[in-house]
């Protein structure tokens, strides 16, 4: 006669790790809803992009952490560097910055971004000026002007030095017209511009100008919209990185 099998006792599924995971995303969620990336540098998310492909390993293998080291004990805190306060103070410019130009953002006569740089403020040429012309067309963008000499003129921008730099399309210029080439066309634009923004009562000294021609485009010059895209001057708020 065969023996009965010995039936195996089933232990319960161990529900301990989900209670343990759904604790860990709220706490995710609580810290990030704390999360200011304005007082985060580079170097900081380069850690925490590396923490997390290694499952957080790299901390145990003796790889780039956010913990404090010897140097904090000295006193010399990443967040008492005076390049972080910069940092703060160029995120404060860009959002200001934002809210100041919200209008013409909206209809595509400026756009406002960040490269390694610093803040960059893009004026569309073909609303400040007329095609082959470096004269600022004041009458249709007068307050858009005075607001950029007023954002650049505050407080959060103060010690801060502004680069103004023209840009073209790729088209060469017209023979008979005024400019012998680009290079002429986006260097006076650029010198107009500071000469518009210094007649407001801000510091030449802050200003460093440069016309590019059509070396730096932006967009691609085959079609009319890249050309357009290209066509621009950009006023700068120059990083310490960049002086």
Not at 38 to 66: F, N, P, R, Y
Not at 95 to 116: H, L, Y
Not at 213 to 219: R, V
Request: hydrophobic share 40%.
């Amino acid at each position: 006669m065969a023996k009965k099998k010995k039936r195996e006792d089933t232990l319960p599924p161990d529900t301990s790790l989900n209670t343990y995971a759904d604790m860990v995303t709220l706490m995710l969620c609580f810290f990030v809803i704390f999360f200011n990336p304005d007082e985060v540098t580079q170097q900081q998310l380069d850690s925490i992009s590396t923490s997390i492909q290694t499952g957080g390993l790299g901390a145990m293998a003796g790889g780039m952490t956010l913990a404090s080291g010897r140097s904090a004990e000295l006193g010399a805190t990443i967040m008492s560097l005076p390049s972080m306060e910069r940092g703060r103070s160029l995120g404060t410019a860009l959002r200001k910055a934002t809210s100041v130009f919200s209008p013409e953002v909206r209809s595509n006569r400026i756009r406002i971004t960040v490269d390694e740089r610093g803040v960059v403020i893009t004026l569309a040429s073909d609303a400040f000026f007329n095609p082959a012309s470096a004269r600022i067309n004041i009458e249709s963008t007068r307050d858009i002007l005075l607001r950029l000499g007023g954002y650049l003129a505050s407080d959060e921008l103060a010690g801060r030095k502004f680069r103004i730099e023209g840009h073209t399309d790729n088209l060469d210029v017209d023979p008979s017209g005024p400019w012998t080439s680009n290079w002429e066309l986006s260097a006076m634009r650029s010198i107009n511009v500071l000469h518009y923004l210094t007649g407001l009562g801000i510091d030449e000294k802050r200003f460093q100008v440069a016309g590019f021609s059509d070396t730096a485009p932006i967009a691609n010059n085959l079609t009319p919209e890249g050309r357009a895209y290209n066509r621009r001057v950009d006023i700068i708020i120059i990083d310490d990185a960049h002086l």
